[in-house]
């Protein structure tokens, strides 16, 4: 076990109806004049928004709207909000709606305090001194930033879409509220891709060089196993509320880090879907989708008896202990099949991808020097085989 530090000092309010408690719960920590941030036509339809509003202003709060987070969240929207915030004296921001809308919330509240670019802080080497705090509304199980340090942004530099993370301790969510009725009307594609997302975050964690990690593996491995029974049952019946439940908490639980204290952890199937959603606009989960187990399909023989273990532990594939490569290719299939079953793309025709984009795609992730993950450090080279095997995989 590598040594760690962990800290995730956010306040969780699970089950049914938490949300009707936003406003004591703002009130808790001294709000004053509430953001109240979200997506598009969804949100307000449902008539969550004006439900929460209603809430805000009954318990003395002053609340101003800011609407129109997009998939894949830009920072025009970041923008406007900083100045929003500024102009009216808000001092919280909460976030309605799922990671593309936390992720923007949390970008806003490290701009506020801040007198250069928020972007500053996207590009490294700066860490804001002050934030404002944000607390959540969680409507869709996928992203876990209602749990994590994480926070994506989407900006166009020199006419090239950048999409940067930023993980910062000061992004936790001061609170989240975590019901999971509102995650019943999410559609079922929405619903599969969140749940590639949850299985992914763990994934990238799992698959690591560090050795003597077994409590942990055990722990992603139960998260993992929860989500393989899970997904079938939340697509046969979207009401079926302890299965929503269920994912909702595996959600956090992915990616708020206690997966991965003790490793080296890998992140470059992330980073490459992250030039596919950059480029294309797709849903993060679609793209996982895709390049998730392409990614497994070249690097599973550094190390078969990991990939085995999975196969094993998650999916129940028989061990083959005098050939364990069968094993381990067992499991890639069985994740595949999952997700399929779930309808979700396995190649680039599927998602929407082109293969002749590969070379954008090589030229927008970075120079010719370029590398990423660390289970395998892959270079430019080894990413481009990757996105052929993604684009050439026949479902």
């Not at 995730?8 to 089950?15: K, L, N, Q, S, V």
């Amino acid at each position: 076990m590598n040594n760690f530090n962990f800290c995730r000092p956010t306040d969780f309010y699970f089950g049914k109806g938490q949300e009707n408690e936003v406003g004591n719960i703002c009130k808790k920590y001294n709000a004053h004049h509430v953001l109240l941030h979200f997506g598009g036509k969804s949100a307000l339809k449902s008539g969550l928004i004006d439900k929460v509003e209603q809430i805000l202003i009954e318990s003395g709060l002053e609340c101003t709207r800011l609407g129109g987070v997009l998939p894949n969240p830009r920072a025009d929207l970041v923008y406007e909000g900083i100045k929003l915030c500024k102009n009216k004296g808000i001092d919280l921001i909460l976030a309605v709606g799922g990671g593309s809308v936390i992720d923007s919330a949390k970008a806003i509240a490290m701009g506020v305090p801040y007198e250069g670019d928020f972007w500053d802080f996207f590009m490294g080497g700066k860490i804001p001194q002050q934030t404002l705090p944000v607390g959540c509304i969680l409507t869709i199980a996928a992203a876990g930033s209602e749990g994590s340090n994480s926070c994506v942004i989407e900006k166009e530099v020199n006419g090239i879409i950048k999409k940067k993370g930023c993980n910062l301790q000061s992004n936790v969510c001061t609170f989240s509220i975590l019901n999971p009725e509102l995650t019943q009307t999410v559609p079922p594609f929405q619903t599969a891709c969140g749940a590639c997302d949850i299985m992914c975050h763990v994934m990238e964690r799992y698959f690591t060089n560090t050795k003597d990690v077994e409590l942990t593996d055990e722990l992603a491995e139960g998260v993992l196993r929860t989500m393989v029974k899970m997904l079938p049952r939340v697509m046969n019946n979207p009401k079926d509320y302890e299965a929503r439940a269920a994912i909702m908490w595996a959600s956090t639980l992915a990616h708020n880090n206690l997966l991965g204290v003790d490793r080296e952890q890998d992140w470059a199937s992330h980073r490459i879907e992250h030039e596919l959603s950059a480029l294309y606009d797709c849903a993060h989960g679609a793209g996982l989708a895709v390049v998730m187990p392409a990614w497994m399909d070249y690097v599973y023989k550094h190390d078969i008896m990991r990939f085995a273990k999975f196969a094993n532990r998650v999916f129940g594939c028989a061990m083959d202990f005098s050939e364990p490569e069968n094993t381990a290719k067992n499991g890639i299939k069985a994740l595949r099949n999952l997700w399929k079953e779930a309808k979700l793309p396995l190649n680039f025709e599927e998602l929407g991808a082109k293969k002749k984009d590969i070379p954008i795609l090589l030229n927008n992730i970075g120079d010719e020097n370029h590398t990423e993950g660390h289970f395998v450090v892959l270079s430019k080279h080894d990413i481009e085989a990757i996105l052929n095997i993604a684009a050439e995989y026949q479902s």
